[in-house]
């Protein structure tokens, strides 16, 4: 059906004033939220909390929000496959690093870094496929390497406890994504 030139610039202009309307919709709802974390230091937090930056060869988890105040809170791998032991926390300012060891030299690795304006953690996945997980009800991303006997990577952001947790693990899919859903809170911070 041939349409009249007129009604085809019709048309047109239509389509360009409803995405002129939608443009002014999204300016307006930009500026409302970017007037509101001006002043809201509270809305700021919820809003800008941790930005995630992908490059060519690292991820980077790039954070901001209040510093912390006290001690960082005392998680620990509840679920951990037999024989493993604590070998090595170390315990920093704003992040905590967990070794756990086999008797047969076999390690999993345990880090969460809390929030905090500047603090950053940085994967470098080379050429893993990189999946979407759940941990506990909490989206994360799944770093499985093609070849299985790399170690294998979970990570997940708890923004109600601004924590970001990574548990690195030579074990199957099944097995890492049981010892990230076993992390459990030991001890709170003072």
Known sequence: MNRHPAHILLLKAARALE???AAVIL???SLSLGSLMAVSPTVRAAVVRWVTEWYETHIVY?????DISGEMPQYE???LPQDYTEIIRDVY???VSVVYESPSGDMICFDYTHMQQGAANIIAPGDDEIL???V???QGQFFLPHDPEDAKTITWIDADSNLQFVVKAFCSETDILHIAESVSLVKTEK
Do not use: K
């Open 132 to 134: 979407d997980v759940t």
């Open 27 to 29: 300016l307006v709802f």
């Open 77 to 79: 791998i509840s679920g």
């Open 62 to 66: 790039r954070y901001s929000g209040e």
């Open 19 to 21: 995405l002129l309307i």
């Open 93 to 95: 300012e704003a992040s």
């Open 136 to 138: 506990n009800g909490i």
